[in-house]
């Protein structure tokens, strides 16, 4: 909706029923697009998310290994290059070591020569460690961890760590400073009492395994990257669920998933890259702060003050119920974004970058993102099965978000996308079930797919104030201003149910192909359709319903036929809409669930000359197109819109 609406309160999300009769064909041409200078330009293709075939390779010599055994308060150990005092093991050379047995009190420890590659078998090994991690590596070049096939093997922490100068920036049950690599068909279950589940400094690499971590805070952390190409993973995360913090290079930071089954339950956001988010497969389940009944966003535009305290135990770590922990870390990089304060919001605000290096720890800032899908640059999804809850954002990027496959459910509890910059989708199904505003960018294009939004504001939104409509809260992104704010409809299905403005967009909006339907506001505030520069039709069909007294259609500048038609009065919700001609011929028929009394369509069957008639219910309108845009609105419409409103 336009920045000087009235907000409504209409709570309408019921599913309508619509039936298209008439298709044009879909424009493939492209659309240039920037984002503004302030966004990163870090994008998929900057990325090296290639796995190494050793990274899958689960083989190895036993009679070369070396065997590690915990039992009765001390590790046995048969072969060179590891050292046992107690139940704590150091592991100083390179090879392969298979750990079995239990220790109630123990830690691995790997410090060898920062050129050594090390291979950990578990074999059905349970350490538990009362002040430290169960493992540390603190120097090697790289380390496997194979799950042997079969196995169960758990690591524990505790609630506190005592920590001197050679770790005092440990903080995760498993934690590495050189590239870590976990695989194999075994189970690892990681209790992570203390912080963080599994931590790599450097590259973090899973292609297999069934994976579970319960976390105080984050479930799994790789500095440089994430790559997952494999495995089962479910995850309770204190705080956040996956995510990589480097912020020094446009090619680190990232998280890339290609395969693999999630279900992730988290606090705050489950999937968090500082640059680039790219999945191209996998199964998400996922749930962040409680899901969308928490919601961030109250229906009018106002922060809900009250949605990070009623998060429950949306990950709350091992203890249950624990909510965010104290953490006084660096916080989750990249710079913030220009925002309110928590004086002005009651809110906790998402704090400051994330510069972590070897000597600082890798801790949450306390903050209520809970966004599902999370991206400091781009977010790039091209394939998946997506089942999202989440009580912020479903998928949003600091930058740009490109969808080219995919099937992807989201409820949220305030955008179901959000992008900073520009969001296209060319293929795939998004399907919006519950959002404030449902896909919002600054440049929104859509060149194919399957894409159906119920919002509470507005459907589509490309806009120039905050990313829902309120500043007043948690999150809200500021735009610049106008310049560059574009939605272009190319192709595709596009279905929007938006209890105020259905496809709304401060600058152009541009229609060249696909199919569109839109069940609009029932209020006069909003308009089925809402620019503030121009509206032009080349191509596709459209048919949107709405209010009287902001309705637009397109204008005059267009090279395909429209209407903008007002009726005599107000038509019951769930009547049928047909639109015939002059044989009888149906060319659109739609059932809006809402009551609306305004209509906008246009078909490439549109002739001028030729005369449609209008059913609705009991009324019956005839319409004769005499030119590119033919409308009967008296709609107060500022003036925008030829042939829509005619202004004051």
């Known amino acids: 909706m336009k920045i000087l609406d009235t907000k409504k309160l209409a709570a309408i999300t019921a599913a309508f029923f619509i039936t298209v009769t008439a298709f044009s064909g879909c424009s493939e041409s492209a659309n240039s697009s920037k984002t503004t200078s302030s966004v990163s330009q870090a994008a998929k293709s900057d990325i090296d998310a290639s796995i190494a075939a050793e990274d899958i390779d689960v083989g190895y010599d036993e009679e070369s290994s070396v065997g590690i055994t915990f039992a009765d308060g001390s590790a046995a150990i048969d072969g060179e290059g590891a050292t046992a005092e107690g139940e704590t093991v150091t592991i100083s050379q390179a090879g392969t070591y298979i750990l079995s047995g239990t220790a109630t009190n123990g830690r691995i420890i ?24 169960p493992l540390l590596v603190s120097k090697a070049k790289k380390v496997y961890i ?38 194999g068909s075994g189970t690892l279950t990681v209790n992570a009492n203390y912080k963080h589940g599994i931590v790599s400094k450097d590259d973090l690499v899973i292609t297999d395994g069934n994976i579970n971590v319960t976390s105080a805070s984050t479930a799994m952390e790789g500095k440089d990257s994430i790559k997952i190409s494999g495995g089962t993973f479910n995850i309770s995360a204190g705080t956040n669920g996956i995510k990589s ?95 309110p304060t928590a004086d002005d919001t009651g809110l906790t605000i998402e704090t400051a970058a994330n510069t972590t290096t070897d000597s600082t720890d890798t801790t949450d800032s306390t903050s209520t993102s809970a966004k599902a899908l999370k991206a400091g640059s781009e977010v790039n999804i091209s394939g998946g099965e997506f089942k999202i809850d989440s009580a ?8 740009s978000i490109v969808v080219t496959g995919g099937n992807i459910s989201a409820a949220s509890g305030d955008d179901g996308m959000h992008a900073s910059g520009n969001l296209t989708i060319s293929d795939g199904t998004v399907d919006i079930t519950k959002s404030y505003e449902g896909i919002e960018g600054s440049i929104v294009t859509i060149d194919g797919g399957t894409i159906s939004v119920v919002a509470s504001d507005d459907g589509i939104n490309c806009a120039g104030g905050s990313d829902t409509g309120s500043t007043d809260r948690m999150g809200a992104d500021q735009f610049s201003s106008q310049d560059g ?29 696909g199919t569109v339907c839109v069940c609009g506001p029932t209020n006069g505030g909003n308009g089925a359709l809402d620019y503030n520069g121009t509206a032009t039709v080349t ?12 309705e637009e259609g397109f204008g005059d500048n267009s090279t395909q036929y429209s209407v903008l038609h007002d009726l005599g009065s107000t038509v019951s919700a769930n009547e049928k809409l047909t639109i015939t001609d002059s044989d009888g011929k149906e060319i659109l028929s739609f059932t809006p669930t809402k009551t609306w009394q305004s209509v906008v369509f246009t078909s490439a069957d549109l002739k001028e000359g030729e005369t449609y008639t209008i059913t609705a219910g009991s009324q019956t309108e005839t319409v004769t197109i005499d030119g590119i845009v033919t409308s009967n609105s008296k709609g107060m419409s500022f003036g925008r819109g030829h042939g829509g409103g005619r202004g004051f």
């Open 110 to 133: 790997v410090s060898a020569d920062k050129t050594a590659e090390i291979k950990l078998i578990f074999n059905g090994v349970d350490i538990t460690c009362a002040d430290n991690a």
């Open 146 to 183: 194979v799950l042997e096939d079969g196995t169960e093997n758990v690591l524990t922490d505790s609630a506190s760590y005592s920590l001197g100068e050679d770790d005092s920036n440990t903080d995760g049950a498993i934690f590495s400073k050189a590239d870590l690599t976990i695989n």
């Open 245 to 339: 913090t480097n912020t020094e290079a446009s090619d680190k930071g990232f998280i890339s998933v290609t395969g693999g089954t999630f279900t992730v339950v988290a606090n705050n956001d489950a999937f968090e890259a500082e640059t680039v988010l790219s999945i191209e497969g996998g199964s998400f389940d996922i749930t962040t702060g409680g899901g969308s009944a928490n919601a961030s966003m109250k229906s009018d535009g106002t922060p809900n003050s009250d949605w990070h305290n009623n998060m429950g135990n949306g990950g709350g770590g091992p203890n249950g119920g624990m909510g965010r922990p104290d953490d006084n870390g660096n916080g989750m990089g990249g710079e913030p974004p220009a925002m």
């Open 392 to 399: 912020d954002d479903s998928v949003h990027s600091n930058g």
């Open 485 to 513: 704010v574009e939605l272009n409809i190319n192709g595709g299905t596009v279905t929007i149910d938006a209890d105020s403005d259905g496809l709304d967009s401060n600058g152009n909006f541009t229609m060249a192909g």
């Open 539 to 550: 191509g596709g069909t459209l048919i949107a319903c709405g209010a009287v007294g902001m």
